[in-house]
């Protein structure tokens, strides 16, 4: 059974720029989260992705946006980037719809830094 | 955001040592998690709770989701080095509905002394 797995590990990206973050799901899981983690802080909730539409938010700007594909993978898309978006992003996967569907298993983190 | 109270915030104890944590929150929860974070890595998850009262054993590791709904707490027995690292409690609120959402606390950092 493969993990969640995100990529690229670490970016660094300057005020303005635009970037995009990648993860893979846990095998036979449909659903993806992302949260954003500060230093010192718990994981912030994004937004959440089931059958490729967003059905759940944070209290996060629009533009922080995601998309999520027929294969599960997602994507997280950050415009006109600041520098408090220095966290680390973290993409959690679940099976919806079963027993256990609270149980969220988590990628290793995208480390982002703006300059 | 919304964050759950989790304390203690740090702990510096010695090997072989008992360790207690627990998580409040002023809303009713349906389920609660507890999670372990080392250093750059994602949170991993060490229990799960789904009913009020249920007291589950993960190894030297135990957990109960609180009576009141309202509270988690987190016990780990005999510690040893590798237990370092920072604890979060996360958890479904009911007022979420289908939304599912997590509200996690601060974290619970464990230092242990060999």
């Known amino acids: 059974e493969t993990g969640v797995t995100q990529s690229p590990t670490h970016l660094i990206k300057t005020r303005g720029q635009q970037v995009t973050l990648r993860c893979s799901s846990q095998?036979?899981?449909?659903?993806v989260s992302w949260y954003q983690q500060a230093l010192g802080q718990g994981p912030q909730f994004i937004f959440q992705?089931?059958?490729?539409?967003?059905?759940g938010r944070g209290n996060f700007p629009p533009r922080f946006s995601g998309l999520q594909f027929p294969n599960y993978s997602s994507e997280l898309n950050v415009n006109a980037l600041e520098l408090d978006d220095s966290a680390l992003y973290l993409c959690?996967?679940?099976?919806?719809?079963?027993?256990?569907?609270?149980?969220?298993?988590f990628g290793p983190g995208t480390r982002l830094t703006v300059l | 955001g919304q964050q759950l109270n989790q304390s203690p915030q740090s702990m510096f104890i010695q090997e072989g040592e008992d360790v207690s944590m627990n998580c409040t929150s002023s809303?009713?929860?349906?389920?609660w998690l507890w999670y372990k974070q080392d250093p750059g890595e994602g949170p991993v998850l060490l229990i799960a709770?789904?009913?009020a009262g249920e007291l589950t054993s993960n190894g030297r590791l135990t957990a109960q989701f609180g009576i009141t709904r309202k509270d988690s707490f987190l016990n780990i027995s005999a510690s040893i080095p590798s237990d370092v690292g920072i604890y979060f409690c996360?958890?479904?609120?009911?007022?979420?509905?289908?939304?599912?959402?997590?509200?996690w606390g601060l974290g619970t950092s464990l230092a242990v002394n060999p």
């Open positions: 959690a996967s679940r099976s919806s719809g079963r027993a256990g569907a609270d149980e969220q298993f």
């Open positions: 095998s036979g899981h449909n659903t």
């Open positions: 992705y089931y059958r490729e539409e967003e059905n």
């Open positions: 809303s009713i929860f349906n389920t």
């Open positions: 709770l789904y009913k």
């Open positions: 996360a958890g479904q609120p009911s007022y979420a509905g289908n939304n599912r959402k997590l509200i």
